[in-house]
């Protein structure tokens, strides 16, 4: 498709929601105004394409949502877009309220949706890399993924006073799927004893190791950070093998869950979401078609949707050995 057939823009957010989404959206709905393009808001994700849940979205719809969390359009993880039939119905729908590109909020599954859809039925897309995860490539952070850290670190604040009150060990198990960012930085941010990711799998001896080096230091309360998923296990699991070796310490386990997915973004997440809301639609006017836009080194880059899902954006070695240097 030409980009010079682009009057009308859907806009959805898909998967995981992700604080900045509100923002996102908010400013592809103001940049298709000051361009004169229609927006459309597709509600729950790939669902309300295939449902014909669209809305025309006006620029008074999106004011008073920059600071607020989750997604006003909502989401949805869509098993039939998956399915070539349920595109097709998608597709037909966009056809009856002419919509002729799409910008696509989400994370890496959200992300696929768009490249299959514009593949089979030429519909131009930009996505943008919605995720507290922060596990997409061509972006140096996520939208969503800054707030998920603060909430992170903020919960394991208040665990610390209470952990240390009792001399107690904590698991803190966070987010992120197959994916250990939220987990080392709030490993970093919260002065953890250690932190497990997917990544790199720790031995359990390791981490024994490095509790019983922080007992004869002195230490008397600990933070154990574990990452979902995690190759060694998630929290619970870890905390068994350890009570079995270390019987004497008084063990606990919080599984931070959900609580990381919501709250008002920060305000660099904010002005994340609001760059790329910009760029996504100045990438459409522009022909820039099956890209995710996103920021490197303070600038917007547009990268192929194929090459932004590949895992292959993985936790910064320098980051292991910055967490181990300040954990002893
Ligand atoms: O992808 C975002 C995320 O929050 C992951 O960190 C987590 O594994 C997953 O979504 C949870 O998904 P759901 O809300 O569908 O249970």
Known sequence: MENK??????????GGDAPGMNAAI????????????????????????????????????VAYI??????????ARSAEFRT????????????????????????????????????????????LPGTIDNDLSGTDSTIGFDTACNTAIQAIDKIRDTASSHDRLFFVEVMGRDAGFI???????????ATLIPEKKMPVETLIERLKSRAKAKKQSNIVIVAEGGKSGGA??????????????????????????????????????SKLGVAAVEGLI?????VMAGIINNKVVYTPIKRAIVDDKSVDEDDFRVAKILST
């Open 286 to 290: 522009q022909g820039k078609y099956d």
């Open 84 to 127: 070539t039939e349920g595109r097709k119905k998608a597709f037909d729908n966009l056809q009856k309220h002419n919509i002729n590109a799409l910008v696509v909020i989400g994370g890496d599954g959200s992300l696929t949706g768009a490249h299959l859809f514009f593949e089979e039925f030429g519909i131009p897309a930009v996505g």
């Open 236 to 273: 619970m699991e870890i905390s068994e093998k350890v009570r079995k070796i270390l019987p004497g310490y008084d063990i606990k386990v919080t599984i931070l869950g959900h609580l990381q997915r919501g709250g008002s973004p920060s305000s660099f997440d904010r002005l994340l979401a």
């Open 183 to 193: 987990a080392i930085n709030a490993g970093i941010g919260s002065g953890a004893a």
């Open 26 to 61: 908010r400013a592809v709905v103001r940049t298709c105004k000051y361009y004169n393009l229609e927006s459309y808001g597709i509600y729950r994700g790939y669902e309300g394409m295939i449902l014909n849940d669209i809305r025309k979205l006006e620029t008074k719809d």
């Open 5 to 14: 057939t682009i009057s009308r823009i859907g806009v959805l957010t898909s």
């Open 66 to 75: 920059l600071e607020r969390g989750g997604t006003f359009l909502k989401s």
